[in-house]
């Protein structure tokens, strides 16, 4: 069980943080709630309070023989800023002490997590990118932020990254502190992502259980790490657009086929992480087939084209290309064994292999953990443990962050 200190700051993101803190608290972390006064214009006290279970923190002058700033910043695992205004930036990057919560953030020594919140001209002026820059060479993991819906009509750059996703990398770093390194800064990325629906007739279609929640972890996580990433996203479980990240749409094997082979022009690496359909359906039919008198006998099928070999054969300079393998094995061969032919048979650079099903594998389909081994073309493997799927993606990125330096 973890220690987390969630500090809000005064932003109208501010009513975020209480999806965020139910979801930290859901997890299984005891959650301290540290909010300016600010914060609490915009979010009672009693709210946090009744979803943390515990006293919301506001005023250095409370609890003053406790020392609560000091306390606190010992005590805590990880500090999630959600969310972190310009201001609270500002007074972050220069190190003032003139609160409970920047007090609390000068003695802690575990990972601090900030999510930005604001309109985009001010994370857009130089004095927000010149304090981003200065707390993220100090080692604190300030996300970049969304793009979408700020208040009234405004849109664009600023908006506060999903709840649902800023609890992923809180438990992320709660696994592997060093996973968000600003190591692919300016690297070009193309992720795919869940599987694809072959139309059979106007209602029905041919797909699998994909959820497409690895390839939007692969994705999130490049670009936390600073890559420029496009995810080509086919059909998927109710998930939120990764921050920061370009999405393309598709459904069937063909467009998804398509659309990375387009956006992987200018990429330095493509990773096809969806699971797209082998086969699809020879003939459409125009009308629902009906059961019955006239139903079809069997409905021939034809190959779809092999995304990642087409990859591999275009051979571009520089480029790694990385694949994805559901394995079971057998009774002559392991996970392992099947996993390293396939990386021949595919020429790719790595491959990552999941067991899934059988005594030895778990269903890496649909759920919200994973694990594997990173095959690589040079012959060498790396063990992906049992763990969130953020945490699976950061060390296939460092991996490939290696390779590329």
């Known amino acids: 069980m973890a ?32 909010a300016t006064p600010n914060a609490l214009r915009f979010v009672g006290a009693a709210t946090f309070e009744a979803l943390s279970g515990r006293e919301v923190l506001t005023e250095v002058f409370e609890h003053v023989p406790d020392v609560t700033h000091v306390a606190l910043g010992r005590r805590a695992d990880l500090v999630v800023c959600a969310p972190a205004t310009a201001d609270l930036l500002a007074r972050m990057a220069v190190g003032r002490a003139d609160d409970l919560l920047t007090s609390t953030l000068l003695t802690a020594r575990c990972p601090v997590l900030a999510a ?18 200065t707390l993220r060479r100090r080692g604190t993991i300030v996300l970049e932020p969304a793009s979408g819906r700020l208040t009234g009509a405004d849109s664009g750059p600023g908006r506060l990254p999903e709840p649902v996703e800023i609890a992923e990398f809180a438990r992320l770093l709660l696994e592997a502190p060093g996973a968000l390194p600003r190591d692919l800064e300016g690297r070009r990325v193309v992720v795919s992502a869940g599987g694809t629906a072959e139309p059979l007739d106007p209602v029905r279609t041919l797909g699998n259980r994909s959820s497409g929640r690895q390839g939007y972890a692969l994705a999130r996580v490049a670009a936390q790490r600073g890559a420029d990433v496009t995810l080509v996203a086919g059909t998927t479980a109710d998930l939120d657009p990764p921050a920061a990240v370009d999405v393309v749409r598709v459904r069937t094997t063909e467009e998804m086929r398509t659309a990375v082979l387009d956006a992987g022009k200018g990429a330095e690496v493509v990773v096809m992480a969806a699971a797209v359909a082998d086969f699809r359906p020879a003939d459409v039919a125009g009308f629902k087939i009906k059961k019955g008198p006239g139903e079809p006998e069997a409905i021939p099928l034809t190959r779809n084209p092999d995304i990642l070999a087409e990859l591999v054969a275009e051979q571009v300079p520089g480029r790694l290309v990385l694949g ?6 057998d009774a002559d061969h392991d996970v392992l064994s099947f996993g390293r032919a396939k990386l021949e048979r595919k020429g790719c650079d790595y491959l990552v292999v999941n067991a899934v099903g059988g005594p030895t594998g778990h269903n890496a389909f649909e759920g919200a953990d994973n694990e594997g081994w990173l095959l690589g073309a040079d012959g060498s ?25």
């Open 324 to 329: 994805f393998a559901a394995e079971t094995g």
């Open 381 to 405: 493997s790396v063990a992906l443990p049992m763990g969130s799927k953020a945490a699976l993606a950061a060390r296939v990125w460092d991996t490939v962050a290696d390779r590329l330096a």
């Open 116 to 133: 930005p919140a604001m309109h985009t001209e001010m994370w857009d002026h130089p004095a927000t990118v010149d304090n981003v820059a």
């Open 3 to 34: 220690e987390i200190v969630l500090g809000v700051a005064g932003g109208i993101a501010a009513y975020k943080a209480c999806e965020l803190l139910r979801r930290l608290r859901e997890a299984g972390n005891q959650v301290q709630v540290v």
